[in-house]
């Protein structure tokens, strides 16, 4: 069975920079979606980024575009999101999720993490 652990949260200045870590266990996440989803108090979820089995991305939210990107590393079994530019609308919990047909449609995530909190603000 898949389990994700999200780190690399924290408090954080605007303008400033994050990069969260997806440590998968318990099976190599190679021929996964890991997707990047996030939830802000009193807001529904939503999704960020994800990045399918064969390495492309795709970005759920235009928000972040040209601020955040994600990566992965095989070999580490580790996703990362790497947040730049960070604004304060960026606060929210943030979670990574594993789509076991290595596709980045939503409904197909069925592996979530705990989450991390990021808080953005001076």
């Known amino acids: 069975q898949l389990q994700l652990v999200e780190s690399g949260g924290g408090l954080v200045q605007p303008g400033g920079s994050l990069r969260l870590s997806c440590a998968a266990s318990?099976?190599?996440?190679?021929?996964?979606?890991i997707g990047w989803f996030r939830q802000a108090p009193g807001k529904e979820r939503e999704g960020i980024l994800c990045?399918?089995?064969?390495?492309?991305?795709?970005n759920y939210l235009d928000a972040v575009k040209g601020r955040f990107t994600i990566s992965r590393d095989n070999a580490k079994n580790t996703v990362y999101l790497q947040m730049n530019s960070l604004k304060p609308e960026d606060t929210a919990v943030y979670y990574c999720?594993?789509?076991?047909?290595?596709?980045?449609?939503?409904?197909?995530?069925?592996?979530w993490g705990q989450g991390t909190q990021v808080t953005v603000s001076s």
């Open positions: 999720a594993a789509s076991p047909r290595g596709l980045c449609v939503r409904s197909d995530f069925d592996s």
């Open positions: 318990g099976r190599p996440i190679d021929w996964y979606a």
């Open positions: 990045l399918n089995s064969g390495g492309d991305s795709t």
